[in-house]
């Protein structure tokens, strides 16, 4: 499926901010079910430097600089992108049990493979997922003995799905896994946050995964919460068969409809945007996503909210 | 031997090396004339050299948080009077040991932030890297321009009973303590003079020479541009800043924070009065993951934007590397013989101390079994846990560890207990009897490497770390310890090398300062303003303190001061009540005093002296000084900071919530002493500083501070028709000009010539026109050192147009219509001249105001307020 994602973020500052630099994460990892067929970005006002390079974790990464004063910041992504299969959505096993992959990706001071050497980046604590006590408890019914990897993830976040309700006002950018956990709601950030800190409780390796979502609001069928706005979900280490990803917003795997941006231990690695003004004062923020599956006209939202679903 | 005297205290331990002691019998050697110079002392000299060393260390400041808080979190840096004494040959080990380790160490950060295969080989486990939050990954390709992560490494070494060196911990991140070696050494040499020499100890300065001369060597510079070396700091707030601003004086780096710098393109630059001036290394004290608030931790106000950018394109070196801190675990100990054997081919010079990362199986079993006799550490610093003694542990506490250790082996460490070796110190003193017995203590040593380009070099010496009390092996200065100077002795003559008395040639004369700060001059200007503030405050207090002693409290009916001061002249000018009040009125222009409702007058002098919660009480402002002088503290002298805390423990010890509530009648002695104080402190300011642009900032916030004090006295004074008795003395008074009036008239006071010393006479230090004269005169140095300034222009403009308006104004005009000719005159008909001379003196005032913040416009403002971190 191709599809055409705008992507508009802006900032109208109160007060002139004389310096900035910001980073961005908008264009996505090249992968093999995923092509990149057209990338632009558009920047205002003009920043004084403008480096694209690849973060630690592959991501293509924009820094940006602004030295003179500016009463705002609005960024335009725009991406036409052809997603296609998963390769592991043919696996057909639900992979080891989860203590397998546990223990074989433990220390035994023997020479790691690619890909083990790969999910050990992502399988401890990293600044926005604290892995506590709570978290592996939370996490206990899904992983009974022997239960397959898969399953126990698929049954970690059915669970996540049904327990936690969706509230894109409960919670901030920077609310933490064991709160979100406390109070039972959250957005797509923070059930993403939780299952991978559950997942790492259990010596699993999980990566947080940045992106788009598609919506189909076809008749008859409920709108898909996350819709027109950047989405974020989960990729389980599972041995041979790779990274699989699972949604905890929407409980499924991720499929055509979702579009990899970008992954890293959690949101603070690939945030969107990210940046560092000096003056401003007050701000206000305006994000839009639209995600147009080929075919469809080109039109923009103006989604006041925080956009991740 | 054991009979003497020196030892009747001195207890040996069969567990623990004793460093001075061979046997029950014998001196080691090298402690000999140590020992014979102490015998040889009388107690008042034994007294007389603790007495030194507190002395010079109250003296000189040196404490662990020089922000003296009101919470008094500050104490003393505690230092014992004897050396730690190592014999050359013993040295020669150490040295070596300690520099291979430190080469070793900065090749595991070269290959953690570069290719990382110490981790795919297995030859390192992942969970001590990726689960440390000491890796920044945001750091990872980064290769600094001298080639090395670690410039700077200290070792925490202790000696067990076998007589063997261990290493007990690393310190690769911000290795603290070498500025207080330092200072020991200052000390110490001091009060063993003859000895010092005589036992050949080598110096420390070849050490700090070496750090300066690598740094500059390996800077990344352009053509053409000379290596400029900053000392980035945390800020006063941090534990040992006084170490940090003392080695930044000693090295001759600008002690700066992460405000004075901005990263532009790929460049870090300071922020001077001058413009951007670009800082190619940084010798940082900062915490890594405070270093960039916009790649690292997010929340850092204290860091650099960008930095991390400026890291990766290789165009500033940071002494040590950003995610040096990694390697501060000790589950590495476990690994490092055989990244040894890998990366060096070559064993380990000196063993760490026994340490079992539970992160393997068979070492979490034997940890488990072994739990009593074994300490456990954490492996990450973000696990917060201080070491768990197996040995305090009953069963129960054991079942609960062996059971944490199993949920999450990886995260602890189990750690053979170290018995440390023990040296002799001297007891506190005030314990009379004991002056001439020496104890002993359980001591460590922390050792120091530089980076060069010839390799490592390891400073001869250190700081020795002692134990709280003789049965405690934590060696900690937050919990009691103290520290002593370490003395390396040398078989040949040592380096006389110095970088306190460095000879140099003319040459290498040099006459303006290094360049200023926008941060340092925006607060010495405010150290100026607050200075003078206080000054003014106590000034202020001081003469409504002696009204209300002389006349207790105001009688019923009078108890509208406000009203008095301004319209009650006519009716009661004589009445002793009407001189309270105006006293009270002008303490109230000022904001000193807090509102009236049902206080006394006396509570409400003494909170807006004391009360440092109060708006604009004088407790308040000179909190707001010392904070700006603690912001600068490496540019005032000793003598300078001490004169300001002198006058900060005057209020302190006086403070209302103290045990016994300051008294009304006490307080015009306290405010005296503060006023003594200011003088001195403005001396310092007048006659001890440098003349360059950063004093003229200080003075020109003293002259603005004292302008608008005067002028607003002055116009109040005409506006209230102050022309009564009481009103003229306190004016003079409040303008300090009393004793100027009476020297020149020699009789009670009268209005004009009043009028003229305050305001006119540009002789008079204390004068509205002497203070306008200066603020003119420095102002147009700026104009010449900076250029014409486009923000300042119009500012300035407008101050010299006041100033002279009011220059033009003349007392005769004042003289004209009164009655009798201008004599002591209490009721005028000319109030139209009163309120044009005080419409001048405002417009002045004003003026002032609008220059103040045009200078602070153009010479600060691009320090902006602590930046956001916005995330979408």
Request: with cysteine.
């Amino acid at each position: 499926m191709r599809y055409h994602v705008l992507h508009a973020t802006e900032y109208q500052y109160e007060q002139p901010v004389q310096t900035a630099r910001h980073l961005l994460h908008l264009v996505p990892q090249p992968l093999p079910w995923q092509a990149l067929e057209r990338q632009s970005l558009r920047i205002e006002p003009e920043p004084t430097t403008h480096m694209r390079s690849a973060d630690p974790f592959g991501n293509p990464v924009d820094r940006v600089e602004f030295a003179a004063p500016h009463d705002h910041l609005r960024v335009e992504s725009e991406l036409i992108v052809a997603v296609g299969d998963r390769p592991w959505l043919a696996t057909a096993s639900d992979g080891p049990a989860w203590e397998r992959v546990r223990d074989a990706l433990d220390y035994h001071a023997a020479l790691l493979g690619e890909a083990e050497a790969d999910a050990q980046r992502m399988r401890f604590e990293s600044p926005g997922v604290r892995v506590k006590r709570e978290l592996e408890e939370y996490a206990a019914p899904s992983f009974g003995a022997g239960r397959p990897v898969i399953d126990a993830a698929r049954d970690l976040m059915r669970r996540i799905h049904a327990e936690f309700r969706y509230d894109p006002d409960a919670t901030e950018v920077g609310t933490s896994v064991v709160e979100v956990l406390e109070n039972k709601h959250g957005v797509c950030q923070d059930f993403a946050h939780l299952m991978i800190g559950c997942l790492r409780s259990r010596g699993l390796a999980a990566r947080y995964v940045s992106g788009y979502l598609r919506t189909d609001p076809l008749p008859g069928q409920a709108r898909m919460t996350g819709s027109d706005a950047s989405h974020a979900w989960v990729a389980v280490f599972v041995p041979e068969a790779g990274w699989i990803e699972f949604d905890p917003t929407n409980d499924c795997l991720a499929d055509e409809r979702h579009i990899v941006l970008a992954w890293g231990r959690d949101f603070g690695d690939v945030s969107p945007l990210r940046g560092v003004i000096q003056g401003g004062g007050e701000h206000t923020l305006k994000v839009g996503v639209t995600v147009m599956p080929e075919g469809d006209g080109v039109k923009f939202t103006t989604d006041q909210s925080r956009g991740a679903a | 031997m054991p009979h003497h005297q020196l030892l009747s205290l001195y207890a040996r331990q069969s567990g623990r090396y004793d460093e001075m002691l061979a046997d029950a019998e014998r001196l080691r050697p090298h402690w000999q004339p140590l020992f014979e110079a102490l015998d040889a002392s009388t107690p008042e000299q034994m007294r007389a050299r603790q007495a030194f060393v507190t002395e010079r260390i109250r003296e000189n400041g040196t404490t662990y948080n020089v922000y003296a808080d009101a919470q008094g979190t500050d104490r003393p840096w505690t230092l014992d009077p004897l050396p730690f004494i190592l014999p050359a040959d013993e040295w020669a080990q150490i040295d070596a040991a300690v520099a291979q380790r430190a080469d070793l160490l900065d090749q595991v950060l070269a290959d953690l932030y570069g290719p990382q295969n110490l981790i795919r080989s297995g030859a390192l486990p992942a969970a001590l890297v990726y689960g440390h939050n000491g890796f920044l990954w945001p750091c990872q390709g980064t290769r600094p321009p001298s080639g090395h992560f670690l410039h700077v490494y200290a070792a925490d070494l202790a000696r067990s009973p076998d007589g063997r060196w261990w290493v007990i911990a690393d310190r690769t991140q911000v290795p603290s303590g070498a500025g207080y070696a330092l200072e020991n050494r200052l000390i110490v040499s001091r009060l063993f003079p003859e000895l010092f020499r005589d036992l050949r100890v080598h110096h420390l300065a070849d050490f700090f020479r070496h750090l300066q001369d690598s740094l500059a060597r390996w800077a990344p510079v352009d053509r053409g541009e000379t290596p400029f070396v900053v000392l980035l700091t945390p800020g006063p707030y941090n534990e040992t800043y006084f170490e940090q601003s003392y080695l930044a004086r000693y090295l001759g780096f600008p002690l700066v924070e992460g405000q004075d710098l901005t990263v532009r393109g790929d460049s870090v630059y300071l922020k001077t009065l001058a413009g951007l001036k670009r800082v190619h290394v940084i010798l940082r004290r900062l915490d890594d993951d405070y270093a960039d608030p916009l790649e690292l931790r997010g929340e850092s106000t204290l860091g650099v934007p960008g930095l991390v950018e400026a890291a990766r394109a290789g165009r500033v070196l940071l002494a040590n590397a950003l995610g040096s801190g990694v390697l501060e675990s000790a589950g590495l100990l476990a690994f490092l013989p055989k990244l040894a054997e890998h990366l060096l081919d070559e064993p380990l010079a000196m063993p760490a101390v026994a340490s079992w990362w539970c992160g393997e199986a068979p070492a979490l079993d034997y940890v488990v079994e072994h739990l009593a006799e074994l300490v456990i550490k954490p492996a990450y610093p973000s696990q917060r846990l201080q070491p768990v003694f197996g040995r305090d542990l009953d069963a129960r506490g054991r079942a609960h560890w062996a059971e944490r250790l199993r949920h999450r082996p990886h995260a602890y460490v189990g750690q053979e207990l170290v018995e440390l070796s023990q040296a002799p110190v001297m007891p506190d003193s005030g314990s009379s009897p004991l002056d001439r017995r020496l104890v002993a203590r359980a001591i460590g040593v922390r050792v120091y490497a530089v980076a060069t380009p010839e390799g490592w070099r390891v400073m001869p010496g250190g700081l020795t770390r002692v134990s709280g009390s003789s049965d405690v092996d934590i060696l900690s200065m937050q919990r009691g310890g103290s520290s002593k100077d370490t003395w390396v002795l040398s078989e040949v003559p040592v380096s006389q090398f110095s970088l306190l008395k460095g000879e140099l040639g003319a040459g290498d004369i040099v006459r303006a300062g290094p360049e200023i700060a926008s941060r340092t001059a925006e607060n010495l200007f405010w150290l100026g303003r607050y200075a003078e503030r206080v000054e003014n405050s106590a000034r202020l207090l001081r003469f409504a303190c002696d009204r209300l002693n002389e006349e207790g409290e105001a009688a019923p009916g009078a108890a509208e001061p406000g009203e008095a001061a301004l319209g009650g002249a006519g009716d009661d000018f004589l009445g002793e009540p009407g001189v309270l009040a105006t006293a009270v009125g002008y303490c109230e222009l000022f904001g000193l005093l807090p509102p009236a409702e049902d206080s006394s007058v006396a509570r409400r002098l003494v909170d807006g002296a004391l009360d440092d919660n109060g708006p604009a009480s004088l407790a308040t402002n000179l909190r707001r000084a010392v904070w700006a002088a603690t912001q600068v503290r490496d540019r005032l002298s000793l003598d300078h900071w001490h004169s300001l805390n002198r006058l900060h423990d005057i209020l302190r010890r006086q403070r209302p919530e103290a045990s016994a509530p300051t008294d009304i009648a006490t307080l015009p002695s306290t405010l005296d002493r503060v006023l003594l104080a200011c003088i001195s402190l403005s001396g310092f300011a007048m006659d001890e500083m440098m003349r360059d642009s950063g004093w003229r900032f200080l003075i020109l916030g003293r002259r603005i501070e004292r302008l608008q004090c005067r002028s607003r006295i002055v116009a109040h004074f005409l506006e209230a028709c102050g022309g009564q008795p009481a009103g003229v003395d306190a004016l003079l008074e409040l303008a300090d000009c009393a004793e100027a009036y009476r020297q020149r008239y020699l009789r009670t006071p009268d209005i004009l010539p009043t009028l003229d010393l305050v305001v006119f006479d540009a002789d008079n230090p204390h004068s509205v026109a002497f203070q306008t004269d200066m603020l003119l005169r420095y102002l147009d140095s700026l104009q010449r050192e900076f250029a014409a300034s486009p923000a300042g222009g119009n500012g300035i403009r407008a101050f010299r147009d006041a100033v002279a308006a009011l220059n033009a104004f003349s007392l005769h005009d004042l003289e004209t219509g009164r009655p009798g000719g201008g004599a002591m005159l209490q009721r005028c008909a000319n109030c139209a001249g009163c309120n044009d001379l005080a419409r001048l003196l405002r417009v002045v005032h004003d003026a002032s105001a609008t220059l103040s913040n045009r200078i602070a416009e153009r010479f600060f403002t691009h320090v902006l307020p602590a930046a956001r971190v916005l995330s979408a």
